[in-house]
């Protein structure tokens, strides 16, 4: 315990004498841990430069490289989605085609909408080709219209309230100076 090892009442019965392989001095003593600890950073880094050329391997046995052409219709995911949501839709409803690849050796292309709007910058992994799904304009009664954006109404607050409250207060202070006066007069009777 503690980089020592236990003196144990066993040990005395046995006659057995623990060997201290910490004796020596404080340098040699530093000396040996530095050793220990550069080995441990070296055996360490080594068993995950391992893990690491194991997991490229998997990933790589398993991805599939797909180019998308110019002009290619596309998905893009719906990454806006948080919590669970198993019935939320993991796609965006209109498709998006493809302007050009922006760089040879990375999958990122960049993205117009098909009916108008601003170009995206997206990884292939966020996009899926859907070469078979139709094109509907946007005047067509099926197309989905884009959801606006949640806005809460804001209640305005009408001038009653307040009109109210003060013809509270104000009756309420006749009442107490109504109430004071009949007090007055009972004192006055009393005496």
């Not at 980089?3 to 004498?17: A, F, R």
């Not at 006749?174 to 009972?186: K, L, M, P």
Request: with cysteine; aromatic share 8%.
């Amino acid at each position: 315990m503690h980089g020592q090892h236990p003196k144990l009442p066993i040990d005395l019965y046995l006659g057995l004498e623990p060997t201290d392989e910490a004796e020596g001095t404080y340098d040699q003593y530093v000396e040996k841990l530095r050793k220990d600890l550069q080995m441990a950073y070296m055996i360490a880094g080594s068993r995950i430069a391992s893990k690491v050329q194991k997991n490229k391997y998997l990933y790589d046995k398993k991805a599939k490289e797909a180019e998308l052409e110019q002009g290619d219709r596309v998905l893009v995911r719906n990454v806006s989605i948080r919590g669970k949501q198993k019935l939320a839709d993991k796609w965006q409803h209109s498709p998006y085609l493809v302007v050009k690849r922006v760089n040879p050796n990375i999958q990122v292309y960049v993205l117009k909408p098909e009916f108008g709007g601003k170009h995206k910058t997206v990884h292939y992994n966020l996009l899926m080709p859907c070469y078979a799904l139709p094109a509907i304009p946007p005047d067509h009664p099926m197309h989905i219209p884009r959801r606006q954006p949640f806005r809460p109404n804001t209640r305005i607050q009408t001038p009653t309230r307040h009109t109210n409250r003060a013809a509270a207060a104000q009756s309420d202070a006749e009442s107490e100076s109504s109430s004071s006066d009949e007090d007055w007069a009972q004192r006055i009777r009393v005496q």
